[in-house]
């Protein structure tokens, strides 16, 4: 079955990592395009390349000054995703409490009597 394109979607968008990194930095605010360039340390194209990927999906948004564009991220755009993971808190949480227990098993066996 083939994979669908990388602008189908919010999840197929951010399959790539370098994608889920320039989310990561415009979580923190705006950035313009040269800023993110220097901070992933790749190229200007590859830079751009990708955020018109995450554009298209709607995840980040442009605003033209003068020459520069400057990118933000879209945060509601990331709800589907935070809620297909949600789906998967409870299996967490329910591993990391059965952990827990253990590990406290493990300690009160150490104990000295």
Not at 11 to 38: C, D, M, S, T, Y
Not at 80 to 93: A, C, G, Q, S, Y
């Amino acid at each position: 079955m083939a994979r669908a394109a990388t602008t189908s979607d919010a999840f197929n968008a951010i399959a790539e990592p370098r994608r889920r990194q320039i989310i990561g930095l415009l979580a923190h605010g705006e950035r313009p395009v040269n800023e993110v360039v220097k901070k992933l340390r790749i190229a200007q194209p590859q830079v751009s390349k990708h955020l018109g990927v995450l554009e298209k999906v709607g995840l980040v948004t442009v605003r033209e000054a003068g020459r520069q564009r400057f990118y933000k991220l879209n945060a509601k755009a990331l709800k589907p995703i935070h809620d297909w993971v949600k789906t998967f808190e409870r299996l967490w949480n329910e591993r990391l409490d059965r952990l827990a227990d253990y590990l406290n098993e493990l300690q009160a066996q150490e104990k000295p009597k």
